[in-house]
Structures are given as C-alpha cells and as structure tokens.
T-cell receptor
Framework: DAGVIQSPRHEVTEMGQEVTLRCKPI?????LFWYRQTMMRGLELLIY????????DSGMPEDRFSAKMPNASFSTLKIQPSEPRDSAVYFC???????????FGPGTRLTVL | DQQVKQNSPSLSVQEGRISILNCDYT??????FLWYKKYPAEGPTFLIS?????DKNEDGRFTVFLNKSAKHLSLHIVPSQPGDSAVYFC?????????????FGGGTRLMVKP
C-alpha cells in the first residue's frame, strides 16, 4: 500500500490567495484527520471525518478554513484567504474505525508570504 | 488548555544509554495512549501504545510505562541508538467518548550522540 498521500508537499503563496491541500487516505480506512503542526502549538487536530462525514471540526481555526471529503478516497483542506500565520506543516492521517493507530501522510509545508 | 503535555522540548543522550521521555495528561477519560516518532520532512509514525488496563508494554528496545494515579506515562528506549534521534509525540485517546480521535502533546526532540 502506498500509505497516506498528500499533495502538494510544499506550497508557497502570497497572503490573500486561496490554498487547497489534498489527501488520499489508505484504502479501507474510514476515518480521516487533518492536523496542523507549528512550533508553538505542536500537533493540533483541525477536523476529523468518519465515513466521509465531518464529526468534529472544533479545531478549525476560523471560517477561512474549510474541509471536505466527497468520497472515501479523497479529502481537501482549503484556506481562503490565506494569511502569514497559517504557515505550518499540515498533516493528513487515516485510520480504521476500531483502531486508535493513525497513519500519517508526509505533510504539506505551507508558507504564506 | 493542553490536555497532554510533554514538558521537555528536547533531550540529549549518549549512544547505548537509556532515553526516558515523559508525558503528562489531565483528562481522566483518556484510556489509551500512544507514542509516535517523527523524522524531519516525514509524517509521524506509530511506535508503541498502551491501554489503561496495563501499566507496562514492551516492544524490543521500547517500553512504555503508565502511572494512572499520577496521570503520567513514559517511554524508555534502551539502548539508545543514533537512528532514534527524532521528535517523539505522546498521544492519548478517550475511546469511549471520542472514538479514535487523538490528542497530541507538543513533542520532545531526542538527540542520541554517537
């Protein structure tokens, strides 16, 4: 299995631009998680999907952030408009329902200038 | 309010010695704990876990200890190897209440010197 796939690996954009991060979970996994890693706050959970339905989005910083999971094999995290403070590494992870072990993708390093 | 804390941002250990990474939690509903290891430019990878019904779990050089009364867990690596140099994250889950969601600590950077 290829593992969790994220794209792009790096994204540099200017303040105010829209950014879309993509994730393909491991086949057969029905839970998907988006995390953000920063020096100040470590690994923060942004949103959690189960069977393509958002279960907990309390970690989404503000309305500029949105996430979708149109099917079991694809999810997006969108930031519109982006701000310099959104600069971080964004990870996607997936797991099976009955397991607490989450498998992480390689992350997307976002830099907003 | 951080529910899972790793109070040591970094730790330096000599090769062959024991590395002890610590983690404290505040939520008494947590019943499952995991350690993840992260290399630069890679995602975290699962290392070892422990259920709250146990106080110790061992896997090769890695042992996790859980002290429920103190709400404290630790990861022991012995002997430490240079390849163990990475950031280690502690994570906790309240399976009965929050399914398979994890709450992560801030991480501890371990440096194993040859």
């Amino acid at each position: 299995d290829a593992g969790v796939i994220q794209s792009p690996r790096h994204e540099v954009t200017e303040m105010g631009q829209e950014v879309t991060l993509r994730c393909k979970p491991i086949s057969g996994h029905n839970s998907l998680f988006w995390y953000r890693q920063t020096m100040m706050r470590g690994l923060e959970l942004l949103i959690y999907f189960n069977n393509n339905v958002p279960i907990d989005d309390s970690g989404m910083p503000e309305d500029r952030f949105s996430a979708k999971m149109p099917n079991a094999s694809f999810s997006t995290l969108k930031i519109q408009p982006s701000e310099p403070r959104d600069s971080a590494v964004y990870f996607c992870a997936s797991s099976q329902d009955r397991s607490n072990e989450q498998f992480f993708g390689p992350g997307t390093r976002l830099t907003v200038l | 309010d951080q529910q899972v804390k790793q109070n040591s941002p970094s730790l330096s250990v000599q090769e062959g010695r024991i590395s002890i990474l610590n983690c404290d939690y505040t939520n008494s509903m947590f019943d499952y704990f995991l350690w993840y290891k992260k290399y630069p430019a890679e995602g975290p990878t699962f290392l070892i876990s422990i259920s709250s019904i146990k106080d110790k779990n061992e896997d090769g050089r890695f042992t996790v200890f859980l002290n429920k009364s103190a709400k404290h867990l630790s990861l022991h690596i012995v002997p430490s190897q240079p390849g163990d140099s990475a950031v280690y994250f502690c994570a906790a889950s309240a399976r009965l209440y929050a399914g398979n969601m994890l709450t992560f600590g801030g991480g501890t950077r371990l440096m194993v010197k040859p």
